[in-house]
Structures are given as structure tokens and as C-alpha cells.
């Protein structure tokens, strides 16, 4: 019975793992020029001006560049002239670069400009691991992964939310020039799924000792 009921607790929470999904959304402010409507129920992570990464986590082939940015790098649509955005890369045409958030988010959300198909986008949890990835062409519609800069198809925010692995970084890269971000913000997991994955713990170490015991007396 103990052994039914162990296999049972890791069979759901590795169910429970394996169905975990990261979703993808964007948004935009519906007007051309865009802009970007804005991180609602979130909370500012890095805008690249008052909110910057510190020293470490930020690293890799990358610019901050000031609005409106140059030829190569142009901020996203609607970004206020003389402020600050992200560039991805900025030494070669081709480069990456690792954004960490400084903490474990369940949602991150950022405004993607000039989208392109050979942009690409990894989530990393917080040992550094890829736990979703996506280009430019793989966002939902109506995304328009052709580069323009100031169509609200390609200059979108982007929000990804995971049930599972919290999201604790970004990993930009890009084949050409370039990958443009700014604003990044997250949310922190919910109270109940932590207690619900704490509970489950609970449960397999209450009938892993539940077992010992039996043993102890039957020996």
C-alpha cells in the first residue's frame, strides 16, 4: 500500500512537471507608430535608465543604447528619445547575450522591438538551464517577424507565463542586427503553488518514513 501510495505522489508531481507549459502572448498599443502598452500587474524589473542590471547580470555580446539608437539598432517603437534600451548584439553581427532577473519570476514580460525572424529567445531557469525557446517568426499572431520599426505587428510586448520552472533569465540572440528590448517586468510565483509543491514533498517523505517504520517492526 505504501509503495501504491509513493508511486502514486510521484507520478502526479512528475505529471504535473511534464504538463507544465510555458504561454506566450503579446500586446501592443494598437496604433502606428507603436508603443508599447505598458506591463499592468507586473512589476519593473530593468528599463535600462533608473533600473539597470548590476555588475554580472548582464553579460555577452550587447549594447545599452540610448533612443532613438542608430542605423544598426533601432529602440523599439514609441521608446522616448534620450532613454535607454537593450541591443543584442554589438561588436559582430551575430551574438548573444544572458539577461539574469535577479530572482525566480512565474511570468516575464518585456517590449520587443523591430522583430525579427532571426531573433531568438530563451528562458533560463535558475541554474542557467533553457526551459523554452522561441524566434521572432515563432511568436503568435498577428506578430509580422520582418524588422519593421514602427509597425504595432513588430514592435510588441511579449509576456511568457510558466506553471512549472520559474523563470529566473533571458538569453538574446541574434544572426544580424539586431535584437532590441526594453522594460522588462515579472511576476513572483503565486504563495499556493509553492505550498502546493511543498505539500507533496511533505507527503512523500511522511510515507517514506511510514515505510521505514513498518520495516523496523516487522525485522
Not at 539577461?99 to 525572424?117: A, C, N, P, R, T
Not at 531568438?120 to 535558475?126: P, S, V
Not at 533553457?130 to 498577428?142: D, E, F
Not at 507565463?161 to 511576476?187: C, H, K, P, W
Amino acid at each position: 500500500m505504501t509503495r501504491l501510495l509513493i508511486a502514486g505522489i510521484t507520478s502526479a508531481l512528475l505529471a504535473g512537471s511534464a504538463s507544465a507549459a510555458i504561454t506566450v502572448s503579446t500586446s501592443t498599443s494598437g496604433t502606428n507608430p507603436a508603443s508599447d502598452p505598458g506591463y499592468a500587474g507586473l512589476a519593473l524589473i530593468y528599463d535600462f535608465d533608473t533600473k539597470s542590471p548590476a555588475a554580472g547580470n548582464l553579460t555577452g555580446d550587447f549594447k545599452i543604447e540610448v533612443a532613438p539608437g542608430t542605423g544598426i539598432a533601432a529602440a523599439p517603437a514609441g521608446t522616448p528619445a534620450g532613454t535607454k534600451f537593450l541591443t543584442v548584439p554589438n561588436s559582430t553581427s551575430t551574438g548573444s547575450a544572458d539577461l539574469l532577473l535577479g530572482g525566480e519570476f512565474s511570468k516575464v514580460s518585456f517590449y520587443w522591438g523591430s522583430i525579427d525572424d532571426y531573433n531568438t529567445l530563451q528562458l533560463l531557469d535558475k541554474f542557467g538551464m533553457v526551459i523554452h525557446s522561441v524566434t521572432g517568426l515563432g511568436l503568435p499572431a498577428p506578430v509580422a517577424a520582418n524588422g519593421n520599426q514602427s509597425a504595432p505587428t513588430s514592435n510588441r510586448r511579449v509576456t511568457f507565463a510558466s506553471t512549472s520552472r520559474n523563470i529566473a533569465g533571458l538569453r538574446l540572440s541574434s544572426t544580424n542586427y539586431a535584437f532590441e528590448i526594453d522594460s522588462v517586468a515579472g511576476a513572483v510565483p503565486e504563495p499556493a503553488t509553492w505550498a502546493m509543491m511543498l505539500g507533496g514533498f511533505g507527503l512523500l517523505g511522511a510515507a517514506a518514513r511510514r515505510r521505514r517504520t513498518v520495516a523496523s517492526v516487522l525485522a
